[in-house]
């Protein structure tokens, strides 16, 4: 059994709107896209939705919109992003093996690419969907002006899903939390205990509504779907 948790309780203070998840994106709620695209994927069989406190009642009326039919649990975040993928792994259905994290704000994820996830974080124990980096990066220690460049042929750009072996990401989440760790994503845990984690390299565009000025884009992409 492979499930997927939808990290959703994020506050949207780069959006300067705390509930960005459901601004109108190509006809519907963005995270309405978002959970579509794993209720779509055959290798996902439940999903878990990490979301505020309070938003419940609207994420239960998305179900009944989107007329999901696959199994859901709604659980609240905690403080910090680790802290609500914490609460989804201990909602995950006693037969998860395989389990997909990936961001309620990013709405473009196909079907292709959460399956080569999935297989890969079968075969490796941890994989994330990753772009090679292309764009010519430089170092400043001001912020004003450039100390270096730096060597990009070696560099990837992670985003989600991160797809894992579910007692891998628990044992690693655990190391997290017993060492007092702060991670801003999930394979830095895996890092923390020594896993390996397999790139799956992302062929179609799949960004994250960060800023207002996102929103334009994504809804460009949805609508080639």
Not at 15 to 34: E, I, Q, S, Y
Not at 59 to 88: H, I, T
Not at 113 to 130: K, P
Request: proline letters at 7%; charged letters at 25%.
């Amino acid at each position: 059994m492979n499930s997927a948790i939808i990290v959703a309780a994020g506050r949207g203070t780069r959006m300067d709107n705390p509930d960005k998840l459901f601004l109108p994106l190509a006809g519907r709620p963005l995270v309405a896209h978002t959970w579509q695209r794993f209720e779509e994927a055959d290798c996902v069989h439940e999903i878990i939705l990490v979301v505020r406190d309070g938003t419940q009642p609207a994420f239960a009326a998305l179900a009944d919109q989107g007329r999901f039919r696959k199994p859901y649990r709604l659980v609240p975040g905690g403080p910090e992003r680790q802290d609500s993928v914490w609460n989804g792994i201990a909602a995950l259905h006693p037969d998860s093996e395989i389990v997909a994290i990936h961001d309620g704000a990013r709405p473009c994820a196909g079907r292709e690419l959460i399956a080569a996830t999935v297989a890969a974080a079968a075969e490796a124990g941890a994989a994330v969907a990753a772009q090679r980096v292309t764009d010519t990066l430089k170092e400043s220690a001001d912020g004003l002006f450039i100390a270096r460049t730096i060597d990009r042929a070696r560099l990837w750009a992670v985003q989600t899903p991160q797809t894992f072996r579910v007692a891998v990401i628990r044992r690693a989440m655990a190391a997290v939390r017993e060492q007092g760790r702060h991670v801003t994503d999930d394979t830095a845990a895996c890092e923390l205990i020594g896993q390996p984690i397999k790139l799956v390299e992302v062929r179609t565009p799949n960004p994250k509504a960060t800023r207002p000025e996102d929103l334009p884009y994504l809804e460009w992409l949805l609508d080639q779907a």
